[in-house]
């Protein structure tokens, strides 16, 4: 299957919001950008994993693509176009079932355009689902690693937290330029490093949905309408701390 493109964009002549991991949270997505006021020359950007666990996946991605908000691919939707491309539902979680029933033809174009990465190179900002591997060119690497990596293991190698759990954030070696914005690892607070910022503080759990305005970095918070989902051991763990 062909790899998602590597999106590069000059900053918009108004804001740029960035928002983390919405996981089908309809309701406080709609909060967060009645809370931002999107005008016309300002960019909505969105980090991925729009779809499952929560309780409006299809209504998510609808929103997005009234927008015109430019979506970077996270694993859940790398899941589901690849099961979709390879026609292999036994590719699919279990969750991931009633998200593809609900996803009409302008829904899956929608998310078979969604970026790998999204970089601006005047604000020196790179947009990413999960991350990048450590001393590795961050142009070179593939949708596997860069929806998936959350720590890296003491062999080096990309790791999720759930196996690894005392291993440091990908971000914790992450030295730049660019800058990062990312999600996929929930904490219930933003991760600051010095060169990234981890902005999925688990709004599906219950935590809030996140989003970064550019230039100013002024933050938006929606707290959560409720915990749709118990969280995972690991959400209320901080052993991955900034450096
Ligand atoms: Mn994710």
Aim: glycine share 8%; proline share 10%.
């Amino acid at each position: 299957m062909k790899s998602p493109g590597a999106l590069v964009l000059n900053p918009p002549l108004g804001r740029l919001l960035v928002v983390g991991d919405i996981h089908g949270c309809r309701s406080e997505f709609e909060e967060l950008l009645e809370r931002f006021s999107p005008q016309p020359i300002d960019r909505i950007v969105l980090l991925g994993d729009l779809i499952n666990r929560g309780p409006d996946s299809s209504g998510v991605v609808r929103i997005a693509r009234k927008l015109g908000a430019a979506s970077i691919i996270g694993n859940h939707e790398w899941r589901i176009l690849k099961a979709r491309a390879y026609a292999a539902p036994s590719m699919l979680k279990s969750f991931d079932r009633p998200t593809v029933a609900s996803l009409n033809a302008a829904d899956w174009t929608y998310l078979s355009q969604m970026a790998l990465t999204l970089y601006i190179p005047r604000w020196n900002l790179l947009c990413v689902h999960g991350g990048f591997l450590p001393n590795h060119p961050w142009p070179t690497q593939g949708p596997e690693t860069v929806t998936h990596i959350q720590v890296v293991d003491d062999q080096g190698r990309a790791a999720r937290r759930s196996d690894a759990p005392d291993a440091p954030s990908w971000a914790h070696f992450w030295k730049g330029p660019p800058f990062v914005l990312y999600g996929h690892t929930p904490r219930p607070q933003i991760l600051y490093s010095p060169l990234a910022w981890g902005i999925d503080t688990g709004c599906v759990y219950g935590g809030h949905l996140t989003a970064v305005i550019y230039p100013s970095r002024e933050i938006i918070q929606v707290p959560a309408r409720r915990a749709y989902l118990t969280p995972t051991p690991n959400f209320h763990k901080q052993s991955d701390k900034a450096l």
